[in-house]
């Protein structure tokens, strides 16, 4: 064979497999299934290609789409309906797609753009799709399109939507509430039934406080192996709380952009309860305090609490006015520094903020979190490739070279806060005025969309809109 005339229809199956795993199922599923050849009929009906079927990509406005989707609700669907396992949809898709025909394997579902009315329409026991929801669906992923500053009242909302979805899906196993913003579960004066559930063993959700954190694990989920949480704020709890330890969960993940000083009395309490842990996670930012968390505060009070813990992926940053400080700093302590935790690589820095503030950082190598805040010159050189939020404060001057490091190590930075009030050096300042500019190398933001300056020295006005110093992009 010439391979110059090889055709598509001429490559052997196995190929054909490696090329079409690159498609989206739903484009190989139209494309190929039904074109009168039994031989691409044949592949397009692997199970590869039709147990999970994502259709976000049809928008239901577009005609093209629109005829697509009318070919799957009448014929696609009809043929590979015994495969499908997972659906991926828009929430405007739901009766559509879910009416075209019987699933009797599908067990998990992910809706994006899930508003409280979708509860109102599908989750309830007139609905068609009730048998779908009640009796099939195990493990319900739901991208969360209301927001928190909309509903009129939050511990309506939790009762309404993600309580209610609880008790009305009997066979949920795993439930997930993932996007930015949405309404925060709020069980502080609600009764110990709510959200209650003796099967579901895996939990994803934005949480109000930290009581809201124990009450998810006072025994109401007593099943649950892993609990993913953000919360909105730490502070110390007055409520009486079951305290038992917690010998089913393996995997814990709590993060908190806020500062909090109850540290100690919540967050080190609720850890030592883990004592089968497998797995951590950990974002915090704690205030006030007069020690910093470094590697022998992690190793003695946490890690020693849970022998079987295999992975721990953290950022921990300490804020401490040097007069509290129980002893001097020395210049050792303000290097970068990098060792192990169980085996887990570990950087950390430290530097000051304001007056008499001083950040230590700790954190897990590689990064794993997509927020980044409080960091300084003497951040390590490492990348950070998931971060798109990231705020930088130093009393010490950042030069340009700080910021070729900060395009360099973190190159899906959208959002990008500067806070330092003092001028860089004259010669980093005027460097980019001489003949001798081309030696600098020019900072690239290929994703940024959000720069907030307010509270920097104008010359990283300069910094950035120079565009002999940096490159970067707006949104419309």
Same mark, same amino acid.
Do not use: W
């Given at each position: 064979?010439?391979?110059?005339?090889?055709?598509?229809l001429d490559?052997?199956d %196995? =190929? $054909?497999l490696?090329?079409?795993?690159?498609l989206?199922?739903? &484009?190989?599923?139209?494309?190929f299934l039904?074109?009168n050849?039994?031989r691409?009929?044949i592949?397009a009906?692997e199970k590869?290609f039709t147990?999970?079927?994502?259709?976000?990509?049809? &928008?239901n406005?577009?005609?093209?789409d629109? #005829?697509?989707l009318?070919r799957?609700c009448?014929?696609? #669907?009809l043929?590979?309906y015994d495969?499908?396992?997972?659906?991926?949809l828009?929430? +405007?898709?739901?009766k559509? =797609?879910l009416?075209?025909?019987n699933?009797?394997? $599908?067990?998990?579902?992910?809706?994006f753009n899930?508003?409280?009315?979708?509860?109102?329409y599908?989750?309830?026991?007139?609905?068609?799709?009730r048998y779908i929801?009640q009796?099939?669906?195990?493990?319900?992923?739901?991208?969360?399109?209301?927001k928190?500053?909309?509903?009129?009242?939050i511990?309506?909302?939790?009762?309404n939507?993600?309580?209610y979805?609880l008790?009305?899906?009997?066979n949920?196993?795993?439930?997930?509430?993932?996007?930015? /913003?949405y309404?925060r579960?709020?069980?502080?004066?609600?009764?110990?039934?709510?959200?209650?559930?003796?099967?579901?063993?895996?939990?994803?959700i934005?949480v109000t406080?930290?009581d809201?954190?124990?009450?998810?694990?006072d025994?109401?989920l007593?099943?649950?192996?892993?609990l993913i949480v953000?919360?909105?704020?730490?502070?110390?709890?007055t409520? !009486?709380?079951n305290m038992?330890?917690?010998?089913?969960?393996?995997?814990?993940s709590?993060?908190s *952009?806020?500062l909090?000083v !109850?540290?100690?009395y919540?967050?080190l309490?609720?850890?030592?309860?883990? /004592?089968?842990?497998?797995?951590?996670?950990?974002?915090?930012r =704690?205030?006030?305090r007069?020690r910093?968390?470094?590697?022998?505060?992690?190793?003695?009070?946490?890690l020693?609490?849970m022998?079987?813990?295999?992975?721990?992926?953290? *950022?921990?940053?300490t804020?401490?006015n040097?007069? &509290?400080l129980?002893?001097?700093?020395?210049?050792?302590d303000?290097?970068?520094?990098?060792t192990?935790?169980?085996q887990q690589?570990?950087a950390?820095?430290?530097?000051y903020?304001?007056?008499d503030k001083?950040?230590?950082?700790?954190?897990s190598?590689?990064?794993q979190? +997509? *927020?980044? %805040?409080?960091?300084?010159?003497?951040f390590?050189?490492?990348?950070? /490739?998931?971060v798109?939020? #990231?705020?930088?404060?130093?009393?010490?001057?950042? &030069?340009?070279?700080?910021f070729?490091?900060i395009?360099?190590?973190?190159?899906?930075i959208?959002?990008?806060?500067i806070m330092?009030v003092v !001028?860089?050096?004259?010669?980093?300042f005027?460097m980019f005025?001489t003949?001798?500019?081309?030696l600098y190398a020019?900072?690239? *933001?290929?994703?940024?969309i959000?720069l907030?300056?307010?509270?920097?020295?104008?010359?990283y006005?300069?910094?950035f809109l120079?565009e002999?110093?940096g490159i970067?992009t707006?949104? +419309?």
């Amino acid at each position: 064979m010439n391979r110059y005339d090889t055709q598509f229809l001429d490559l052997p199956d %196995e =190929i $054909l497999l490696i090329i079409l795993k690159k498609l989206n199922n739903i &484009d190989v599923l139209y494309s190929f299934l039904n074109i009168n050849n039994q031989r691409l009929n044949i592949i397009a009906q692997e199970k590869i290609f039709t147990n999970i079927l994502n259709f976000t990509s049809i &928008d239901n406005i577009s005609s093209n789409d629109c #005829l697509k989707l009318d070919r799957f609700c009448t014929d696609i #669907l009809l043929k590979i309906y015994d495969n499908v396992k997972y659906i991926i949809l828009q929430a +405007d898709l739901i009766k559509r =797609i879910l009416l075209a025909t019987n699933y009797p394997n $599908l067990t998990k579902l992910k809706i994006f753009n899930f508003k409280e009315e979708i509860v109102l329409y599908y989750f309830t026991n007139e609905s068609p799709l009730r048998y779908i929801f009640q009796q099939q669906i195990t493990d319900l992923i739901l991208v969360n399109s209301d927001k928190h500053n909309m509903i009129e009242s939050i511990p309506n909302y939790t009762r309404n939507v993600y309580a209610y979805i609880l008790s009305f899906c009997k066979n949920l196993k795993h439930l997930s509430v993932i996007e930015t /913003s949405y309404p925060r579960l709020l069980l502080c004066d609600l009764p110990s039934t709510t959200f209650f559930s003796s099967i579901l063993t895996y939990l994803c959700i934005n949480v109000t406080t930290f009581d809201d954190c124990l009450y998810l694990l006072d025994g109401r989920l007593h099943q649950l192996t892993t609990l993913i949480v953000e919360l909105y704020s730490i502070h110390s709890s007055t409520i !009486s709380h079951n305290m038992d330890n917690l010998p089913n969960l393996k995997y814990f993940s709590l993060k908190s *952009y806020r500062l909090t000083v !109850s540290y100690d009395y919540t967050i080190l309490q609720l850890l030592r309860r883990m /004592s089968c842990l497998e797995k951590l996670t950990l974002y915090l930012r =704690i205030d006030d305090r007069n020690r910093f968390i470094d590697d022998t505060h992690l190793e003695n009070e946490i890690l020693v609490y849970m022998p079987r813990l295999h992975s721990f992926t953290f *950022y921990i940053c300490t804020y401490v006015n040097v007069v &509290d400080l129980q002893y001097n700093i020395s210049n050792k302590d303000i290097q970068q520094t990098f060792t192990n935790i169980k085996q887990q690589s570990v950087a950390s820095s430290l530097h000051y903020i304001y007056g008499d503030k001083i950040v230590y950082s700790i954190l897990s190598i590689p990064f794993q979190f +997509d *927020y980044l %805040e409080d960091i300084g010159n003497t951040f390590p050189n490492i990348k950070c /490739s998931y971060v798109t939020y #990231l705020f930088i404060q130093d009393v010490v001057p950042f &030069d340009h070279q700080f910021f070729i490091r900060i395009s360099q190590n973190f190159p899906l930075i959208m959002n990008l806060r500067i806070m330092n009030v003092v !001028s860089q050096s004259s010669l980093d300042f005027n460097m980019f005025a001489t003949e001798n500019n081309q030696l600098y190398a020019i900072a690239v *933001y290929p994703h940024l969309i959000s720069l907030d300056i307010f509270c920097a020295h104008y010359h990283y006005v300069e910094e950035f809109l120079n565009e002999k110093k940096g490159i970067y992009t707006v949104s +419309d």
